[in-house]
Antibody, heavy 119, light 112 residues
Framework: QVLLVESEGGVVQPGGSLRLSCAASRFTFSNYAMHWIRQAPGKGLEWVAFIRYDGNDKYYGDSVKGRFTISRDNSKNTLYLQMNSLRPEDTAVYYC????????????WGKGTTVTVSS | DIVMTQTPLSLSVTPGQPASISCKSSESPLHSDGKTYLYWYLQKAGQSPQFLIYEVSNRFSGVPDRFSGSGSGTDFTLKISRVEAEDVGVYYCMQTIQLPWTFGQGTKVEIK
């Protein structure tokens, strides 16, 4: 059964940076595209970023473009999200999710990690 | 951006009764490849979202057959034929025909 485990989030000051990781197991990570999705407290889902299986195509949501960078290390079965110039409105639970390659869509999600941007 | 509008925003259902959720997209998610890039998810309280329906009407592996999806153009519907207690949560539709990929605002389903 596919397993996705996000790294611990944390509290960051506005303007600060944080890197999230997502460890993938029980499937051939290098064959699948991946996503990051977030959910602000009490709000709905917002797609954040996508990366193709080989890392050669990346797409971002408008609210994070230019500040966040998605990447992956297929040798380590790990997905990353580098978040820079963080704002209070980036406060959310961040989920990584696998794309089954018939999408784009997300078929399996991690449990999520909480990022709080506050002074 | 494509706006996904769900109605109602909340729904209280008696166990065993049907439920229906509407999702309207501001543009059609039908692609020239013939696929309609419209999906449904359920997020139970305190959990991450789980995948229910792909391409309008196809149930993901393990999803009970009481869940069904339908629709075309810009109007789509998720139906639960007989609601069970385990179906409680927030349902989201999503489109991936056009970047940025967008979700509806969610419909909260609870049991009466």
């Amino acid at each position: 059964q596919v397993l996705l485990v996000e790294s611990e989030g944390g509290v960051v000051q506005p303007g600060g940076s944080l890197r999230l990781s997502c460890a993938a197991s029980r499937f051939t990570f290098s064959n699948y595209a991946m996503h990051w999705i977030r959910q602000a407290p009490g709000k709905g889902l917002e797609w954040v970023a996508f990366i193709r299986y080989d890392g050669n195509d990346k797409y971002y949501g408008d609210s994070v473009k230019g500040r966040f960078t998605i990447s992956r290390d297929n040798s380590k079965n790990t997905l990353y999200l580098q978040m820079n110039s963080l704002r209070p409105e980036d406060t959310a639970v961040y989920y990584c999710a696998k794309d089954p390659s018939s999408g784009p869509l997300m078929d399996v999600w991690g449990k999520g990690t909480t990022v709080t941007v506050s002074s | 951006d494509i706006v996904m509008t769900q109605t109602p925003l909340s729904l209280s259902v008696t166990p065993g009764q049907p439920a229906s959720i509407s999702c309207k997209s501001s543009e059609s998610p039908l692609h020239s490849d013939g696929k309609t890039y419209l999906y449904w998810y359920l997020q139970k309280a305190g959990q991450s979202p789980q995948f229910l329906i792909y391409e309008v009407s196809n149930r993901f592996s393990g999803v009970p057959d009481r869940f069904s999806g339908s629709g075309s153009g810009t109007d789509f519907t998720l139906k639960i034929s007989r609601v069970e207690a385990e179906d409680v949560g927030v349902y989201y539709c999503m489109q991936t025909i056009q970047l940025p990929w967008t979700f509806g605002q969610g419909t909260k389903v609870e049991i009466k």
